[in-house]
C-alpha cells in the first residue's frame, strides 16, 4: 500500500522516506523497502526503538536532521 501510495502522490519509492509512530508503520516502511522515522511521542504501545527504525526523533524540528542522517549527500 505504501508504495501504491507513494506512485499515487507521485513520488519516487528511492526518495521517499517514511515517517510514522507506530510499529505497523515501521512494518510497512520496511514491507516497501522504504526508509524510516520513528516519532518517540505518538501512539505506541511499546518504545518505537524496539521495532529498530532507521532514525528516532523527538521533535518535528529534528526532521531535518533525521533526514540528513538516513541520506546524508542529498
Same mark, same amino acid.
Given at each position: 500500500?505504501? @508504495?501504491r501510495t +507513494? #506512485? !499515487?502522490a507521485g513520488g519516487e519509492l528511492q526518495r521517499a522516506i517514511m515517517v510514522g509512530d507506530s510499529e505497523t508503520d515501521i @512494518?510497512?516502511?520496511r514491507a !516497501? #523497502? %522504504?526508509p524510516v522515522i520513528a516519532v518517540d511521542f505518538g501512539y505506541s504501545e511499546a518504545? %518505537?526503538?524496539e521495532f529498530a527504525p532507521d532514525h528516532i526523533i523527538g521533535?518535528? #524540528?529534528q526532521l531535518p536532521g533525521a533526514i540528513? !542522517? +538516513?541520506w546524508p549527500s542529498r
Open positions: 500500500m505504501l @508504495r +507513494i #506512485s !499515487a @512494518r510497512t516502511a !516497501a #523497502s %522504504v518504545p %518505537v526503538s521533535h518535528f #524540528s540528513a !542522517a +538516513i
